[in-house]
């Protein structure tokens, strides 16, 4: 099984950048779509970005694009997601999320079978 842990996470003023990182153990890490999702306070987990097991192609919520770009580097088990100009209602816990498909791209929380515990971003005002 694959096993994910996430880092980067912290407290940023809005207007800021972050970079995540997901570190991923257990299993062939280029078979996977790796996603991240994000969940806000007191709102359900919702997508934010995927990327193929190859990283030929890439998937964004509408209202992350042009903003946060997710990118993998299968050599080191690696996948990041880097945040640019931050805003407040950002503010979430950030997970990252495996997926067998190495090709097929979901926005479905229930895609994805492995997860990592998560990492909070906090963008302040």
């Known amino acids: 099984q694959v096993q994910l842990v996430e880092s980067g996470g912290g407290l940023v003023q809005a207007g800021g950048s972050l970079r995540l990182s997901c570190a991923a153990s257990?299993?062939?890490?280029?078979?996977?779509?790796m996603g991240w999702f994000r969940q806000l306070p007191g709102k359900e987990r919702a997508f934010v970005a995927a990327i193929t097991g190859s990283g030929g192609r890439t998937s964004y919520a509408d209202s992350m694009k042009g903003r946060f770009t997710i990118s993998r580097d299968n050599a080191k088990n690696t996948v990041y997601l880097q945040m640019n100009t931050l805003k407040p209602e950002d503010t979430a816990r950030y997970y990252c999320?495996?997926?067998?498909?190495?090709?097929?791209?979901?926005?479905?929380?229930?895609?994805?079978?492995?997860w990592g515990q998560g990492t909070q971003v906090t963008v302040s005002s």
């Open positions: 999320a495996a997926d067998r498909a190495p090709y097929s791209i979901s926005p479905r929380v229930n895609s994805y079978e492995y």
């Open positions: 257990g299993r062939i890490f280029s078979s996977y779509v």
